[in-house]
């Protein structure tokens, strides 16, 4: 029987690949890097192509080896995310990324000035090359991550700022309003939109202080200065978000919405 391949990792990999693919900032930096790099000639490059086609060579195998990197790490990580540690989806993926990425380059360079060094040891020896970088970029980049999450907030205004608004895009950010699961995502709703951000829910959770807010669901998280209407049904109630749209509170979590004012407390006394 064959299986079809986890849908929500597909779908997390098309988020990432679509969310560099629409940021001006990351073409900014492949083009730059791509630049740099056709002006510096390395790998011997410089002997083989002039310094436009090598501008142009550098710049596109740059951003095919990034996007392939983005993509394939966040499928990677998120289709292993319930079998594996963190560390080890880390490895996986940079270790998938610089298989492909290998490949990538091994074409890349024999279509565009028919170079193939004929001999295993060379290809071996770049293989190893590849797979080393991404790894170390995987491993780096969750590192910084984990540095700027890290960081402590001062006093002023903008720094109290919750840390998982400062992860949106500039036009996206406001007040606060809920996280809530999507896929491996969480989608988070601000005055200014609606962004998915790469991050376990408990995560987000942790990064949306100082703004007082409270779980009221295993997928949702409400801040409460943004409630503005509830109303109980059976066993369960519905909150009302500044933004218009409602947001369930399951049994697990009604003592805890009725504890915090959200709905009215009819437990007996």
């Not at 849908?7 to 730059?32: D, G, M, T």
């Not at 024999?110 to 295993?120: L, Q, R, S, V």
């Not at 962004?195 to 997928?219: C, K, N, W, Y």
């Amino acid at each position: 029987m064959n299986k079809r391949p986890d849908s929500s990792a597909v779908q997390s990999a098309k988020r990432e690949l679509h969310r560099f693919a629409r940021s001006p900032v990351f073409w900014a930096v492949i083009v730059a890097t791509g630049l740099v790099l056709g002006i510096a000639g390395p790998f011997e490059t410089s002997d083989v192509m002039r310094l436009v086609p090598r501008i142009v060579y550098w710049t596109l195998l740059v951003g095919f080896s990034f996007l392939t990197f983005a993509g394939l790490s966040a499928l990677t990580e998120s289709a292993l995310s319930r079998s594996l540690p963190h560390w080890m989806r880390l490895l996986a993926a940079g270790i998938a990324s610089g298989l492909v990425i290998f490949a990538e380059v091994v074409v890349f360079n024999i279509a565009t000035f028919n170079y193939d060094p004929g001999c295993a040891w060379c290809y071996g020896r770049l293989l190893i090359q590849i797979v080393a970088i991404t790894v170390a970029i995987s491993f780096a980049i969750r590192l910084v991550e984990t540095q700027i999450a890290r960081q402590p907030s001062n006093a002023s205004g903008q720094d109290r700022e919750p840390r998982i608004v400062k992860r949106l895009p500039l036009e996206k950010r406001g007040r606060l309003i809920s996280l809530s699961v999507r896929d491996h995502y969480v989608e988070v709703v601000t005055s200014g939109g609606t962004e998915l951000v790469l991050l376990r829910f408990s995560d987000a959770i942790a990064e949306t202080a100082p703004t007082e807010g409270l779980q009221v669901h295993r997928s949702h998280w409400v801040a409460l200065a943004e409630v503005r209407k509830a109303r109980r049904r059976d066993s369960r109630g519905f909150l009302t978000m500044s933004d218009g749209r409602e947001i369930p509170v399951s049994r697990t979590y009604l003592d805890a919405a009725m504890q915090a004012g959200l709905l009215p407390d009819t437990r007996k006394r």
